[in-house]
């Protein structure tokens, strides 16, 4: 299964008010469900224990002030306005921003780039860097290791929370919403029914998740454009009948007038009043499945001014109602007669706002993974056609275990409160810096903006940030021991697989050993097709080595295969495959690289087989018709071998069949180091963006001339035309002899000597990792009786 790249609409219909406006609807089941649901909660946990609701009604209203001001300045100003405008290729989150980032400053700690990666069509850069001046900040940053290290600690601290948020936000939404019964039943039989209650839905929320959002998803967006209807309607009763004049605390006088009194106690119940901006991280986030149009449209017109309403109406509420100062909640807000349904579509509306946190959880680490920052796990894509929906199993059981845990351990919307509050504004300010990287990066604007970027949105995170901080011993601890767990294991496995592909890059043989192997030394060529699984781009890996050594036989067609990442979204299926030769063509060597982005499909094992056999031999075709069109009379020619042999010379081979000449041809000297060459389209054949010569030492092509001699060069014609049948028939004889994958079973020991820590973290933490976590042949979907594995010792 490959599904198409890009995101799930029609771009061309980007423009039309009638396709953004569907889009604006569908985004609210997907996108708004958590930040809805906010008016559940946030006076409840603002008004929890740092101050009191009073006569003079100073601290509702600074309460009202507060969230009105937050509201606006941080989802309406910073993301719908700014950061909704830093987009990777339409997709949005932490790893579109930190995708940009290394694509226009040289800090990616991938391990195995290609300059060739830079010819990939989404690739683009929008802002092309001049040539002659280069920010200070990019250079700055390009120089130093350390801060390559540091930018990737950042960028997985942002991950761990919105992991973290995955856990609280659905424990938090639901425990609100159930808790309107307390209202309707006596407090003995309401303490023993909420947690219960919360609990089986909980599960039943969990246990569905398998059958993908798409079932259900045209239920989701009715569901939140009823709830938000009904807190407008709430919202504006409240005002007409307690309080008409609430409007005025809209003022951010009443701000500085609610801290000048409740001082310290007012500051620490910040970190209750930011809860209303839960959910703003997922507009970002969530955007490949929307257009910017859309996502804009439903926030500006419908949800920011819904939230307003809802807020402004339960404070004109309260500010008529004092005697319910110790028991501040939403539903004391709603008229007795419509209670229940409200009820009712609370519950729905959490249950959707979890659903989006809990997709969003899936898709984090199907990226941190891509990239190599998570251990192994199984991944499902549940829809066909809606690209980007999967489902996780493992992750899936352990978010329900833990949303239980809290829900039963933590009894109370204070301490989920606190923890998830802690969580949200850690990954808003991750965002905000990385924002400001982009904007001096990639938009190529003066460091003065990116800085007046940072320190005014920063300075409200950060202040809310610290008021979280004080909930320390009271729920906050919680978001930070998952988070330093988390980081934890994604920075060794991280370490640990950068450390492994160093140690295969100064172990692997060179291309002479390979040629070498013959019956002369008792290696013998089996029917079949060998696909040997590597990280390295170029050179042949130890793990081939050392299984030729330990069974003197490899296959007849054999290929050397490297499934990599690139920093993009998506990598296009035309350009997804990346073939050239390894020896003359009579050795029956080929080196295939397949890209990903961070956001695509895997194939199946049975699809990318297939694929690749019709890669390799529309490769073939390819190679043969560039010799046919070369000078036949080039010396080099007559074998077909000492240019083939140089070694590296990969094509992009699309997924129609060849056909006509490539559109660009390269026969430029060869630099020992890569060389990109760019191409205008991509066809079904895209002539050659990447070419490395051997070393100092490579053959240099000698063209020799000749003058009228038709007919010898209409033999030289036919005979690589034989040539090319046989290689043909070689390759289908070999698939019908069926293929093996041979993939290398490591283990990774830390050097002698070596530090404390880094032993712990090799031989301990990343090996017990690699057993418990799904290996690379069950990544892939290898069957097992195709499967051989070759025993390393990696020694890092």
């Known amino acids: ?97 930190y995708s940009l980032i290394c694509r226009h400053a040289k800090v990616s700690l991938l391990p195995n780039r290609q300059v060739a990666d830079e010819a990939v069509s989404t690739y683009k850069l929008e802002h092309p860097p001049e040539k002659k001046r280069s920010s200070r900040v990019k ?19 942002g991950t761990c929370m919105v992991i973290g948020d995955g856990v609280l936000t659905p424990a938090i939404s639901v425990f609100s919403a159930v808790s309107g019964l307390e209202l309707s039943m006596s407090k003995e039989h309401h303490q023993y029914a909420v947690i219960p209650i919360t609990c089986f839905i909980l599960v039943c929320l969990f246990a569905l998740q398998h059958y993908g959002t798409h079932r259900v998803g045209f239920f989701f967006a009715p569901i939140v454009l009823t709830w938000l209807l009904c807190i407008s309607a709430l919202g504006l009763y409240n005002m007409i009948h307690w309080n008409p004049y609430v409007y005025k605390a809209l ?54 001014p819904a939230l307003i309403l809802a ?45 989006a946190i809990i997709s969003g959880t899936f898709s984090i680490i199907n990226q941190s993974q891509s990239l190599g920052c998570f251990p192994r796990v199984k991944v499902i894509h549940t829809s066909d056609k809606i690209h980007g929906q999967i489902y996780i ?33 850690t990954v808003m300010l991750v965002t905000t810096c990385l924002t400001s990287l982009v904007i001096i990066l990639c938009w190529h604007k003066p460091p003065a903006v990116a800085l007046s970027f940072l320190l005014f949105f920063g300075s409200i995170e950060l202040l809310y940030f610290s008021a979280s901080l004080t909930k320390f011993t009271e729920g906050a601890w919680l978001p930070i021991m998952l988070a330093l767990f988390l980081m934890t294991v994604m920075f060794v496995w991280h370490y640990a697989t950068i450390k492994k592909y160093e140690f295969d890059l100064h172990n692997k043989v060179s291309l002479e050993w390979l040629l070498a192997l013959g019956p002369s030394l008792g290696i013998a060529r089996v029917p079949g097709i060998g696909l040997v699984f590597t990280d390295l781009t170029s050179g042949i890996p130890a793990n081939f080595s050392r299984f030729v050594t330990n069974l003197p036989a490899y296959h007849r067609i054999l290929v050397f295969v490297c499934v990599k990442s690139v920093p993009v979204p998506f990598v296009p299926p035309a350009e997804r495959y990346l073939v050239g030769r390894v020896g003359p063509a009579a050795h029956r060597s080929y080196r295939c690289i397949v890209r990903y982005g961070y956001r695509d499909v895997h194939q199946d094992v ?28 080039a010396e080099d020619d007559a074998s077909h071998s000492n240019e083939s042999s140089s070694g590296c010379r990969l094509a992009v081979i699309g997924t129609v069949a060849f056909s006509g000449t490539p559109a660009y041809e390269n026969e430029g000297s060869i630099e020992p180091e890569s060389v990109s060459v760019g191409f205008p389209t991509v066809q079904s054949v895209t002539d050659i963006i990447e070419m490395e010569a051997v070393g100092a030492g490579a053959v240099q092509r000698r063209v020799r001339f000749a003058i009228d001699d ?87």
Request: aromatic share 12%.
């Open 393 to 425: 199993p493992e992750i899936n059981w352990v978010l329900m275990i833990l949303c239980i845990a809290v829900t039963i351990g933590f009894r109370d919307t204070k301490h989920m409160g606190n923890a998830s509050g802690l969580a949200v504004m």
């Open 1 to 97: 299964m490959d599904p198409e790249c890009g995101k799930s609409f029609d771009t061309s219909k980007k423009g039309s008010w009638k396709t953004s406006l569907l889009f604006a609807y569908q985004s609210l089941g997907v996108v708004y469900g958590d930040l809805s649901t906010s008016p559940l909660y946030v006076y409840k946990s603002t008004f929890a224990e740092d101050i009191q609701h009073s006569e003079t009604n100073e601290e509702i209203y600074g309460v009202l002030s507060f969230v009105f001001w937050t509201l606006t300045l941080v989802p309406l100003f910073k993301y719908v306005f700014v950061v909704l405008r830093a987009d990777d290729n339409g997709e949005g989150g932490t790893f579109a921003l």
């Open 311 to 355: 807020y402004m109406g339960q404070a004109a509420y309260l500010s008529q109602h004092h005697h319910t100062s110790n028991h501040i909640s939403f539903y004391v807000s709603v008229p007795e007669s419509v209670r229940w349904p409200v009820l009712v579509i609370a519950i729905l509306a959490s249950v959707v706002g979890s659903q």
């Open 251 to 304: 003022s951010p006088y009443y701000m500085f007038k609610f801290l000048k009194k409740t001082r310290k106690g007012g500051w620490m119940s910040l970190g209750g009043i930011l809860l209303c901006i839960t959910g703003s991280e997922a507009m970002f986030a969530d955007l490949g499945h929307f257009s910017y149009a859309a996502i804009q449209t439903a926030f500006t017109f419908l949800v920011y």
């Open 710 to 796: 038709d007919e010898s060069e209409s033999d030289v014609r036919t005979e690589m035309e034989v040539q090319l049948e046989e290689e043909l028939k070689d390759l289908r004889a070999a698939e019908e002899a069926g293929t093996a994958f041979i993939l290398g079973h490591s283990h990774v020991e830390a050097k002698q000597g070596s530090c404390v820590l880094k032993r712990l973290a090799i031989n301990f933490g990343y090996n017990f990792l690699r057993r418990n976590c799904r290996g690379p042949d069950v990544a892939l979907k290898v069957p097992p009786v195709s499967l051989l594995e070759v025993g390393m010792v990696y020694v890092v």
């Open 139 to 157: 250079i700055h940053l390009e120089k130093h290791k350390v801060l390559h290290t540091a930018l990737l600690i950042l960028v997985l601290l």
């Open 606 to 633: 049975d699809s990318f087989e297939s694929e690749l056999v019709a890669r390799l031999a529309d490769f073939i075709h390819y190679d043969w018709h560039r010799s046919q069109h070369a000078s036949p009379y």
